[in-house]
């Protein structure tokens, strides 16, 4: 009896099959987005002198690796940083580098606090042990600090220039080209400008 040849099966269209697969996997594949903090670092100076800092004008953050926070060699809570960091920030009790007074500050005017917004600097630093997340808490406080020291400067001057009952992160928000705002934009960034100069961002983030 004769035996039956086994069928054969027609893999002529597998390739065609795979290929299609493959697309269908790039297309609806979702990549993972790298995740950190956005900041511009300051331009290069061309300046090769050295700068000396007066201790008094840096404000020393440190994070240990059992999450805890020292700041100026004192533990402290992170609900209470924000307002230490403003109070140094607006102490205001010297100069600045032009020998000027810093006249619009509000703070105590401690001689062994920072002379000026100017000159004062908040060092951040953290030891490998310390976690991401209590890392991005402390740095938000001390942005914020920044930021309310700005937003107090804004309410103050923005009615002079035409901006009555702006903070600062409005004013940010409304000098955008794809905002609605139908103000003067070119003004209100001259105004912007004018307030990060007087309380410049100086956050050092060493490791």
């Given amino acids: 009896m004769a035996k039956r040849a086994a069928p054969e099966v027609n893999a002529g269209s597998m390739a065609d099959i795979a290929f299609l697969l493959l697309i269908f996997f790039l297309v609806t594949t979702t ?8 900041r511009k670092l300051p331009p290069m100076e061309d300046s090769q002198e050295d700068v000396i800092i007066k201790q ?9 690796g059992k999450d805890q926070l020292q700041v100026e060699d004192e533990l402290m809570q992170v609900k209470d940083l924000r307002a230490a960091a403003v109070e140094f920030l607006d102490n205001g009790g010297g100069t ?3 020998g000027e007074k810093c ?3 509000k703070g105590k005017r401690n001689p062994k606090s920072s002379d000026h917004p100017d ?5 951040l630093k953290n030891e490998r042990q ?3 997340g209590f890392y991005i808490s402390v740095q938000n406080e001390l942005v914020g600090a920044y930021n309310v020291l700005r937003n107090r400067r804004a309410l ?11 903070d600062f992160l409005e004013m940010q928000k409304n000098s955008k080209p ?11 960034k001259e105004l912007i400008s004018q307030i990060k100069l007087e309380y410049p961002m100086k956050l050092s983030e060493v490791q």
């Fill in 31 to 38: 990549m993972e987005k790298d995740w950190g903090i956005n």
């Fill in 56 to 64: 008094k004008n840096i404000f020393t953050v440190l994070l240990n």
């Fill in 96 to 98: 600045n580098a032009d």
């Fill in 103 to 105: 006249n619009y500050c």
């Fill in 119 to 123: 000159k004062a600097i908040i060092s």
């Fill in 130 to 132: 310390t976690s991401y």
């Fill in 156 to 166: 103050e001057i923005g009615p002079q220039k035409g901006f009555r009952g702006m």
């Fill in 178 to 188: 794809s905002s609605t705002w139908i103000g003067n934009k070119k003004k209100l």
